[in-house]
């Protein structure tokens, strides 16, 4: 479903010109970053979780245990969540101007429950196999009694937004010659070598999954 208007919880104020509400901007920086903030109230208190995430079409979904505060009392609720790719650290000549260029995405709604043994099951290989493509058919099944111990949320995209911040700092007038440096640093997440488990079965080569994952 498109996605490009702005709702009144969605229009960004603040250095408007950054965000976008287009679902393909959306849903590219969705993509590359699994490590999402579910933000809601508790009790009158906010509470902050990070937490996995991943989009199937035009949701988003988390899960986690049945038993946790989080999923409970975010079942049903309001809540917002939040998706940030860290691009470079931006150097001003003022320390006023100095910033941080990044990808990030916030998408509000109400968070529902997935319900029924066979979507949970449909949607936590969903999960898997956008991480790691064809490990879920490798993996020992999942039991009744841990997909009960699973509690999956999920959130509609029709309320996100995404800002997106790049290149070098914008200077006070005047600035550009006061003689310190000033730049971008960048920041790249990089994936390290795939360290086995101590007790593998002897002889199990690396998956593709495992050898070509990438982040970011
Ligand atoms: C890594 C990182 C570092 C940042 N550092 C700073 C900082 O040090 N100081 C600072 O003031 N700001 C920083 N920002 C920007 C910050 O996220 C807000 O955009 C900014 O502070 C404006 O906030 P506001 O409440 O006035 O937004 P408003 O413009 O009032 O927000 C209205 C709506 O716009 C959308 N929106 C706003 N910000 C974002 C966003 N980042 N991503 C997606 N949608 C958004 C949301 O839908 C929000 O509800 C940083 C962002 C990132 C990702």
New binding site residues.
Partial sequence: MPHAA?SP????????EK?AYDRAVIDAILDAMPVAHVGHVVDGSPVVIPTLQWREGDRIYWHGSSASRMQKRAAGAQVCV?V?L?DGMVLARSGFEH??N?R???V?GQADVVEGAEAKTAHLRAMMDQLFPGRWDALRPITEQELKATRILSLPLTE????I?TGHATETPGDESWPVWAGVIPIRLTVGTPEGAPDLVPGMPVPEYARTYRIG
């Fill in positions: 702005p919880r969605t229009r960004a104020r603040r250095l408007h965000a939040t940030t860290t910033s941080v990044y990030s995405v916030m509000f996100a937004s995404a800002k911040s």
